[in-house]
C-alpha cells in the first residue's frame, strides 16, 4: 500500500488557522516534534491520523490526499523552460523539493508565469492598450482550464453522478436520442422539440424551467442533440452539486463560475453518454481508434475526443491526452490537458506542427512525431471538425481537432502502428510560436524571437529573413 504524506498541506492548515505545532499536537493528541515530522513529510499518515486531521480542520480526506505534484512539476519544467530565464534550470529534484516544501512559493510563482505569458500574448496581438490589470489576471477559459488541469481531467462524483442518471435513463447508442427524449418527459417532465433556424436563430438549445420546455435547433446533428440533452439532465438531475463544485474552486463568482458550472455541465454529459469503464476497456482494445470509439457510442470524433482526456481515474487510467481545437487563424477555441505539453497550454502557433495542415484535406487523420525545444517529445493527430451550419453564409466553419500525447504511448495508438517511433529523424522540432521559440535555422520562421539574436551576416543569405 502506498505511504501517505500530506506535510505542505498540513502546514497551510495550521498556518490559515494560526496555529502553532504544539497547538496541532494537543488537538491531534500527539507530540509536537511528531507534528513537525509529518510537516516534513518525514513521517506517512495512518488511515486513523489521516481521519483525525480532516475531522479537525473540517477538511475532507480526498482533499488533502489530492496529490497534484505531477501537474505542478511538469508546469515548473515549462516555466524554467521559458527563454527569457538565464543559466542553469534547477533539476528535478530541486524543483520537487520547492514542491514539497514551498507550495505557496510554487504557486504564486506560477500564477506570475501565467501573467507573464499572457501579457506577451496581448502585446503579439496588437499592444495592450490601457488593459494593465486584465493583463495579470486568467481568462475566464484559463482559470477554467487550470481547475480542469488541477483534478487531471477528472471529477469522480460527477462520473457518479452520470452512471446513477445513465441507470435511471437507460439509453442504446443507436437511439439516444429518442432515449433521452423519453427519459426526460417520464422522469423530469420535460419536453422536448426540435425548431426551426428560423424559430431558434443563432441559439443551438433553449430551455425553460418554468414551461419545462427543451428546445433544439435543426442546426444540430443528431449526435449533438443527445448531448445537449445529456447536458440539461445533469443540472436537472445534479445542478446543486455543480453549483457547489463551482464555488468550491473558490474563483471570480462573476466572470469565471457560471462558465465553469457550464464546462462541469458538459462533463456530465460526456461522462453520461460515454460511461467510464465501457469507454476505457473500448479505447484500449481498439488502439484508441477514434472513429469505432465514437460508433460504439453513438458520438461524435470530437466527443469522443474530449472523453478521451478525461480517462485518469485512480488505478484506471487511460493516456493521458491532451486537446486543442483551432480555428483557421490559429486560436484555440477549445483545450483540455493531461499532460506535461507546453504547446498545449499556449496554443498551436508553430507553422511546423501539421495541426494547419487538415485543413487541407477535411477529414483525414493526420500523424506526427513532434519535439520541443527542451526534448519532450509528443505524438499527435489533427482533424477537421464541423461546426453547425445555419444557412449557406456560414457553409465553412470548420476547425481543426488535435488529440496528442507523450511519445513513449505512442506504441499503443492505432495511428502511430506504420512509424518506427524508436527512429529520431522522425520526430520534427517544433516551438510555441516564432517569439518565443529559440530555434536556428528553422525554414519556417515568421518572426523575430524576442529574447535571442539570431546571427545576420550581409554578405549571406540564410532560408529566412530572419537568420543568415
Avoid at 501573467?115 to 490589470?133: N, Q, S, V
Avoid at 489576471?137 to 481531467?153: L, T, V
Avoid at 443563432?202 to 428546445?215: A, K, M, N, Q, V
Amino acid at each position: 500500500m502506498a505511504k501517505t504524506f500530506i506535510g505542505p498541506k498540513l502546514r497551510q492548515l495550521r498556518i490559515a488557522r494560526d496555529l502553532t505545532q504544539a497547538d496541532v499536537a494537543e488537538r491531534l493528541g500527539i507530540s509536537p516534534a511528531y507534528v513537525n515530522l509529518l510537516e516534513n513529510n518525514q513521517r506517512s499518515l495512518s488511515v486513523k491520523m489521516l481521519l483525525a486531521i480532516s475531522e479537525t480542520f473540517d477538511v475532507d480526506v480526498k482533499e488533502l490526499t489530492k496529490d497534484n505534484s505531477a501537474h505542478v512539476l511538469a508546469d515548473l519544467r515549462n516555466a524554467f523552460g521559458d527563454t527569457t530565464l538565464e543559466g542553469a534550470a534547477p533539476d528535478i529534484q530541486e524543483l520537487r523539493s520547492a514542491i514539497d516544501r514551498a507550495p505557496a512559493f510554487v504557486d504564486h510563482f506560477l500564477q506570475l508565469h501565467r501573467a507573464h505569458r499572457a501579457a506577451l500574448r496581448i502585446i503579439m496581438r496588437g499592444g495592450m492598450d490601457g488593459r494593465d490589470e486584465e493583463m495579470l489576471h486568467a481568462s475566464p477559459e484559463n482559470a477554467i482550464h487550470d481547475i480542469f488541469r488541477k483534478n487531471s481531467n477528472y471529477f469522480a462524483v460527477l462520473e457518479v453522478a452520470a452512471e446513477n442518471a445513465r441507470r435511471a435513463i437507460p439509453v442504446a447508442p443507436e437511439s439516444l436520442f429518442v432515449d433521452l427524449r423519453a427519459g426526460l418527459q417520464k422522469h423530469h417532465g420535460v419536453s422536448v422539440e426540435v425548431r426551426s433556424l428560423e424559430e431558434m436563430g443563432e441559439s443551438l438549445r433553449i430551455y425553460d424551467d418554468t414551461s419545462r420546455t427543451l428546445l433544439l435547433s435543426q442546426a444540430l446533428n443528431t449526435e449533438n442533440r443527445a448531448f445537449q440533452m445529456a447536458h440539461v439532465l445533469a443540472f436537472l438531475t445534479e445542478g446543486r452539486m455543480i453549483a457547489k463544485m463551482a464555488r468550491n474552486a473558490q474563483t471570480d463568482p462573476e466572470r469565471v463560475q457560471p462558465r465553469l458550472e457550464v464546462e462541469l455541465g458538459n462533463y456530465f454529459a460526456a461522462a453520461f453518454l460515454m460511461p467510464y469503464e465501457p469507454f476505457l476497456n473500448t479505447a484500449e482494445e481498439t488502439g484508441y481508434d477514434i472513429d469505432r470509439i465514437a460508433l460504439a457510442f453513438g458520438v461524435t470524433f470530437e466527443q469522443a475526443c474530449h472523453r478521451l482526456t478525461t480517462m485518469q481515474r485512480d488505478k484506471a487510467q487511460g493516456i493521458p491526452f491532451f486537446l486543442l481545437r483551432l480555428d483557421r487563424a490559429g486560436n484555440v477555441t477549445k483545450r483540455f490537458n493531461a499532460t506535461s505539453f507546453d504547446l498545449a497550454e499556449y496554443g498551436g502557433a508553430c507553422p511546423v506542427w501539421n495541426v494547419h495542415a487538415a485543413f487541407s484535406v477535411p477529414g483525414v487523420i493526420f500523424p506526427q512525431f513532434v519535439e520541443m525545444p527542451d526534448g519532450q517529445q509528443f505524438f499527435s493527430i489533427s482533424r477537421t471538425v464541423h461546426r453547425p451550419v445555419f444557412s449557406a453564409e456560414t457553409q465553412d466553419r470548420r476547425l481543426t481537432l488535435t488529440l496528442g500525447c507523450e511519445a513513449r504511448h505512442a506504441h499503443r495508438i492505432r495511428y502511430a502502428a506504420s512509424f518506427k517511433i524508436d527512429d529520431p529523424t522522425l520526430y520534427q522540432p517544433i516551438g510555441i510560436n516564432c517569439q518565443l521559440c529559440p530555434r536556428q535555422a528553422c525554414s519556417q520562421r515568421a518572426h523575430q524571437p524576442l529574447f535571442i539574436n539570431l546571427p545576420i551576416d550581409a554578405n549571406r543569405r540564410g532560408s529566412t529573413r530572419y537568420e543568415s
